[in-house]
């Protein structure tokens, strides 16, 4: 009888266990999807980008606002947010505001750039920096429909078909799509391919979850009315401290609508999004960069 009590306990308890194992299984598959992670840095008039997935780490441009005052802001963030190498750094184009982090390279890091080699040295209208060749790292140019692979993560270069200036113009900006899982990023650098993103990308770039506005975000504007209504961002990231209301109206005007608070600038402070690809997507303002960084 005693035991009888036992078995039907053992009985309930197995059934019990066998109910949860399934949900177990599934919470189990989702948290073992690593989480990426896009952070904006606040630098002022200068764009600055680190994307890690679990131990890759890439930098999309890396700029200094004042070249004639250079500060190691990009360099300090990498450190406080604990990223001891970069993979990859993909320069937009070669402004100093984007691309005074390669004169800190490091030997097994690939630069990618739009020009087919780096420019000996950048003037920007009053100060001239040497930057070629590359302190150490190696350069390879990219084009449109270039894919890069890093784990589960893919970067696809949509642009720009041709160059005007060799990499060198706002113009030349590169402009990729990062996806990870169902979860879609375009980065424009000071430019997207404003009336003409590709037919074959268009998919691609349609309802994307988050757009990188071109910094100077405001009149003229550097992404096209056209592009915008296929692009149709659920956030909106721009560096600088452009003025986010103008932004969320240029938008609405041509009835593409996300929420204000969506576009997330340097007023936003240093900016991080998570995400697992999937339904997991959470945007920190303000944050610290050293509370991302991974435990020892
Ligand atoms: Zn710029």
Not at 81 to 100: K, P, Q, S, Y
Not at 223 to 250: D, T
Request: with cysteine; net charge negative; proline share 5%.
């Amino acid at each position: 009888m005693r035991m009888g009590r036992m078995a039907r306990r053992m009985a309930a308890l197995c059934l019990a266990l066998l109910l949860l194992l399934p949900v177990g299984f599934v919470c189990a598959e989702e948290g073992t999807q690593p989480l990426l992670e896009v952070h904006q840095m606040a630098l002022g008039i200068a764009d600055g980008y680190l994307i890690r997935l679990g131990d890759v780490n890439i930098l999309v441009d890396g700029g200094n606002a004042n070249p004639m005052a250079p500060t190691d802001a990009v360099v300090n963030y990498l450190r406080a947010a604990g990223v001891n190498r970069l993979d990859a750094v993909i320069i937009t184009h070669w402004h100093l505001d984007h691309c005074m982090c390669t004169l800190f390279g490091e030997s097994d890091t690939v630069v990618y750039s739009p020009a087919e080699r780096v420019p000996d040295s950048i003037f920007n209208g009053s100060v001239t920096v040497k930057i070629g060749p590359l302190v150490t790292g190696e350069h390879r140019q990219m084009h449109m429909g270039d894919v890069l692979i890093f784990g589960g993560m893919t970067i696809t270069c949509i642009g720009p078909e041709k160059l005007k200036q060799g990499g060198g113009c706002n113009q030349d900006s590169l402009n990729f799509v990062m996806q990870y899982g169902s979860r879609r990023f375009l980065f424009t650098g000071d430019f997207a391919q404003s009336n003409c993103i590709n037919q074959q990308y268009t998919e691609l770039c349609a309802y994307v979850d988050v757009l990188k506005f071109p910094h100077h975000g405001i009149e003229p504007y550097e992404i096209g009315k056209k592009a915008l209504r296929v692009v149709r961002p659920q956030y909106v990231l721009v560096p600088g401290v452009v003025n986010e209301h103008s932004i969320w109206n240029f938008a609405d005007n041509i009835v593409v609508k996300f929420p204000k608070e969506n576009v997330l600038s340097n007023a936003d402070g240093h900016v991080v999004i998570q995400t697992d690809g999937g339904e997991r997507f959470e945007v920190c303002v303000k944050v610290d960069p050293a509370d991302f960084a991974p435990a020892e």
